[in-house]
């Protein structure tokens, strides 16, 4: 069946360092994949998509391109803030509108 | 537009009572999710809604879990009995025409 795999948090960085957060898949057919972000005592929110092999997603300085010959979907930003501290989620979604999300990796950036 | 609801946000109980929990998805959404997210996991897919019918609730332990979504609005999770596995924050997503879920806030429940 589906899947989708993240590196494991948490994940500490300085502010301003360049962030990477690996997400590999697996998949039948074509889906699209998504990064969420979830902060502390709140829901997920939609951070980036990409519907197709090659699309590149952004939002808010995060950017991720789907590798469909590699099945990586890897969430990076050149310069994180503090306010980035949060979990991030990658997921795919099936034909039938099904989402499979990763386990999350928790970030924390220092001041 | 107003957000996916939920209520309550919070709720403690003992194990073997039963609780419910409720959520309005975004108006026009016909697409409604439920999920369990158990701290340091990702959402976990109880039952997904396509208007008031079921598409897929492989998932859902039926035994004590039960869903529904009368006339294709909002919806009801109830668990009876609870145990204590069951204390996790439960999620309810809704979905337009494109791929995009929207959120709500949770309900984070603790089973003691």
């Known amino acids: 069946g589906n899947s989708v795999t993240q590196m494991e948090g948490p994940v500490t960085l300085s502010e301003e360092a360049f962030l990477t957060i690996n997400c590999t898949y697996t998949?039948?057919?074509?889906?699209?994949l998504f990064w969420y972000v979830q902060y502390p005592g709140e829901g997920l929110q939609l951070l980036l998509k990409?519907?197709?092999?090659?699309d590149k997603g952004s939002n808010k300085g995060f950017e991720a391109t789907y590798r469909k010959e590699t099945t990586s979907f890897h969430l990076e930003k050149g310069s994180v803030q503090v306010s980035d501290s949060a979990v991030y989620f990658c997921?795919?979604?099936?034909?039938?509108?099904?989402?499979?999300f990763g386990t999350g990796t928790r970030l924390k950036v220092l001041a | 537009e107003a957000g996916v609801a939920q209520s309550p946000r919070y709720k403690i109980i003992e194990k073997r009572q039963s609780v419910a929990f409720w959520c309005n998805p975004i108006?026009?959404?016909?697409?409604l999710y439920w999920y369990q997210q158990i701290l340091g996991q990702g959402p976990k897919l109880l039952i997904q809604?396509?208007?008031?019918?079921?598409?897929?609730d492989s998932q859902l332990p039926k035994d004590r879990f039960s869903a529904e979504r009368l006339k294709g609005v909002d919806s009801t999770l109830k668990i009876q009995p609870a145990k204590l596995e069951d204390s996790a924050v439960y999620l309810c997503?809704?979905?337009?025409?494109?791929?995009?879920?929207?959120f709500g806030p949770g309900t984070r429940l603790t089973v003691t």
């Open positions: 809604f396509q208007n008031n019918g079921v598409v897929d």
């Open positions: 998949a039948t057919g074509y889906p699209s």
């Open positions: 108006s026009g959404h016909a697409t």
């Open positions: 990409a519907t197709k092999a090659d």
């Open positions: 997503a809704s979905k337009g025409r494109d791929y995009e879920q929207y």
């Open positions: 997921a795919l979604v099936s034909g039938t509108y099904k989402y499979i």
